[in-house]
């Protein structure tokens, strides 16, 4: 579906919702929102679409107390601000939108910090079953940056921009916008996707011309990755039908990284089937390659060790491979970076670990 | 300087360095190493350059102790290294040089922790007066973006590119690489540059037209800038002329962004002339703002307070203007963000903040 489109469902959306509140009040109902219960025990795996989605147990949010009525006020507020928001194709970020709170003349509508506010957008997400960037709200910090053999078409506030992202970018790659559905993938050579956690790794990569050689496209996770980068790598793997595989340090956060890729996360559960990549490989540190290759590794600290711990229980890492590796590494007690291969020389990543991986894995 | 000439320059320092230790053996003398003491103490305001450079006292590393032999052993062999790099003009992050060190033959040699490498890399820029850049060490982030009217053309690995950083690039602008010197400025019709701390306000700008309307070069600096945003707003200033402002959050960690665009700071006292811009002007929320404008506001935490007493003490602070602002801000305890102009709607900050600070301060 194309981003016009999907903006104005979006405003039909919130505009039900508020008219849903308005016909309660006229049956001489008191207004209520219901959502999905969003905890752990909630979240369940759904089979068609291969992803972690929410459970049936559901929350209710009534004006029956002062702080329910006070909630659903603000959810009105809101309504209006963004539906205003689509009108003059305008957006605001979620910061912005808590203080721009302190504008509204009602002040028992005002947010008292932007928790609230971020939470509220939030359940207008899942109730309205559109996305945050659907109504033009933007993160604080933009996606990350592309590599590789394909021509994009963005669609810009400025018109048109058509970018080869080895041709037409400097050596920092093509940066991903914070909305990245207003993307057309044009003509590409593209063999498949290698998402990397670090910049290190990234730049590494990029300088042994490892995109060039194998037709790959990098795109720079930077951590934990915003949702512009992983809505891009869902796209890429939906609608060019390109392997998706994921390059991480060898330690618990860095499998929620790739946790986050693949299946999506609890807090963004209600977004998965736009998020998360289900199909998506791991090629990250395991830690077998950890003794495999005698990397240089650091000691698990405690929390390391609470985190994968933690990893054994989440649903989300419920297959032989992740079990034996998070308990093979309890055993040996160590992590390590992906950077560590740079103890067999700069070359080692690109030369052998790489293709020996992406190899076993029938990427290559 | 083109960046070939000082890629040669650094080989033949770190050449010289090495060259320096061999005739002190040669001597029978004990081999040592001089640098400046880098401690907060010892950097003064240079009258000249108008940045902060270190003082006269200085400290030897000598291989009169197995500790000092280490030092200077590690060093040998990362000059080597380098070297070596910059002959077959390759580059690596200061992560794969500690890692990397795992594969050199003299176990003594390795580096016990990454601190060590890093401090070893700084200490080789202060005695060969090269950057790392001209090392081809890489920083683990990249630098931030830029948008606005200028066309640069950029040399990388794969061969030129020029880009206009308007015409050429998506909304998330154009990623500036790791070493900004491979850069040169083509034509431009920018009238001054704009330093953004964070990305929503960088958004707000762009959304908004800022850099279009009054001919600005919006560069994103992403909390505290990294060495590649110093240092190419430095240039657009050196060489182009260009007024630079300094657009932050009204707390005193952002008063040190501030400090490290425009003075630089005492970790890289050594490089202040390489990525300081003295002439750089604070636009950013003022404590007089958040009176005058009645911002929201967070109060001042115990930490807030110590970095504002601190700043008091700073060198880089001893002006009426931080005076006053800093007491005023300690009187009212608050503290401000960029974003929060927004509880004056969305477009106050482009249509009448900045507007009104620039024109006050000459650069409109």
Redesign the interface.
Known sequence: MSAKTQEEKAREQLIDLAAEFYDQFARGEIPEMQLPTRTKSNIEYDEDSNVWVYGDRTSTRSANSVRGARKLLKAIYTIDFLAQQLDQD????L??LY??S??WDNEEAQFNDQDESNQLVEDLEIVSEVTREDFHM??????A?LMGPIRIR?Q???GE?E?HC?????????????NPD??EFLEHDVDFVLCVE???MR??LV?N?FD?QYNVLVVHL?GQPARATRRITKRLHDELDLPVTVFTDGDPWSYRIYGSVAYGSIKSAHLSEYLATPAAQYVGIRPQDIVDYDL?TDPLSDSDINALESELEDPRFQTDFWREQIELQLEIGKKA?Q????????DFVTDTYLPERLTEMGIL
């Open positions: 305008r957006s605001s970020t910061r912005e203080y721009l302190e504008s933007r993160p604080e910090e933009s996606g940056t963005e810009t506030r400025r921009r970018i080895q041709d037409d970018v400097g050596e920092g790659g093509y940066q991903i916008p914070n207003t993307i670090t910049g290190g730049d590494r300088e011309g060039e930077k240089p970076e950077q560590a291969l740079a103890s067999r020389g700069l």
